[in-house]
């Protein structure tokens, strides 16, 4: 049986899209440390999401906008954004495991597992992948939108992020359905 793990990263910031990441794995990998994302250090994130794109049978990614996260809210957008990363893998699974307590219709056999990227290794691959991804896009927004740390706070609301919506407004890349957000507008 082929399965797949998909799992989502920025459901809760203030800026930027939620990124998504289906992954399967083969039976035989060697991923020393593969666990949730948010257990991982940087450096080891960075190394695993190398190693897991190198030994996966197939991964895929998965995004909704902003826009879409404030026209859908973003459960909805989180939904979209897993099938998407699912729809993309270039191998089609058997069932797909999420991270979580409910999947979206995949059109296939899924399963929400609470606590998932910690027990089931193709979600905490998916974890992971999605986790640098974005990561790597919100450092690179930084450089577009200085002042806001989303380099260090990928867009979550850190007193400094607060802050800086004071003091410089409000980018094309913030969620105005978030409180913080339209509280500004």
Do not use: C
């Not at 991964?59 to 729809?87: C, F, K, P, Y």
């Not at 806001?148 to 094309?172: C, D, M, V, W």
């Amino acid at each position: 049986m082929i399965v797949a793990g998909v799992d989502e990263v920025g459901r809760g910031p203030l800026a930027g899209p939620v990124v998504t990441a289906a992954v399967i794995l083969p039976d035989e990998f060697d991923l020393p440390g593969l666990t949730d994302s948010k257990k991982l250090s940087l450096k080891k994130r960075e190394s695993l999401s190398v190693a897991i794109k190198e030994q996966a049978v197939a991964w895929s990614m998965g995004e909704a906008s902003v826009e879409e996260i404030d026209q859908l809210n973003i459960l909805h957008a989180t939904m979209l954004a897993m099938q998407r990363a699912v729809i993309g893998l270039n191998t089609e699974p058997d069932k797909v495991l999420v991270d979580g307590n409910r999947a979206p219709d995949f059109g296939i056999p899924a399963q929400a597992i609470i606590g998932g990227d910690g027990s089931e290794p193709s979600i905490s691959a998916a974890s992971i992948i999605a986790k640098v991804a974005r990561d790597h896009l919100m450092t690179a927004y930084s450089e577009t939108f200085p002042g806001y740390g989303f380099e260090r706070n990928s867009g979550y609301p850190t007193k400094q992020h607060r802050e800086a919506l004071i003091t410089h407004g409000i980018t094309p890349i913030h969620r105005r359905s978030f409180g913080p957000v339209k509280d500004r507008l």
